[in-house]
């Protein structure tokens, strides 16, 4: 099955871009989530009183301690040419990491170095909660996630030999069923 491209109205410009290949230059959309699955398994009511959430950053508190999240890009290359398919998941990383980043966000020398798990369903990759992965917070810029090689997750061999044109626009056009803002 040919695939010619992706469509979709840009929520970041308001134009509508038509015929996306994943290119630098014909970028596809980002693939975001809303928040943590720990967040988006909350009721209303929970999400008010047991949490604080941003479009970076999450705190749950567990009723014992509080788990932290952050979102940051994940890219999958297309094999076999220069395009990317990228995501926005959220990981769960431990406290003591999640105050370093914090307090180290907008300071353009600070490059920390994190671990954590993924904490977001990727698509194609319904398992992937908990996925261990390592997270590079670059000051003022938004963290880089790439899962840990020690895994045998599959999401590991498709950050690093990277994933067939057709499954990336399957993954792409679900996402887009999913969420209507597209």
Do not use: K
């Not at 970076?56 to 395009?83: H, K, M, T, W």
């Not at 431990?94 to 993924?118: I, K, S």
């Amino acid at each position: 099955m040919e695939m010619t491209g992706i469509d979709f109205d840009c929520v970041g410009c308001g134009r509508r871009h038509e015929g996306t290949d994943g290119t630098e230059h014909r970028p596809w959309p980002l693939i975001e989530f809303e928040g943590p699955e720990a967040y988006l398994r909350m009721s209303p009511w929970e999400r008010l009183f047991r949490s604080r959430s941003t479009e970076e950053l999450c705190l749950i508190d567990n009723g014992r301690s509080v788990d932290c999240y952050l979102s940051g890009f994940l890219s999958l290359p297309v094999r076999g040419e220069q395009a990317l398919l990228v995501l926005q998941p959220w990981v769960r990383v431990d406290e003591r990491d999640y105050l370093d980043l914090v307090e180290h966000w907008e300071q353009p020398a600070h490059r920390g170095e994190y671990c954590g798990t993924l904490a977001s369903r990727l698509p194609g990759h319904p398992d992937s909660l908990s996925v261990p992965v390592r997270v590079t917070a670059p000051g003022g810029l938004p963290p880089i996630i790439v899962p840990e090689t020690g895994s045998d997750h599959p999401l590991v061999t498709e950050a690093r030999e990277g994933v067939s044109r057709q499954e990336a626009e399957l993954r792409l056009r679900s996402m887009m069923l999913e969420d209507p803002r597209r």
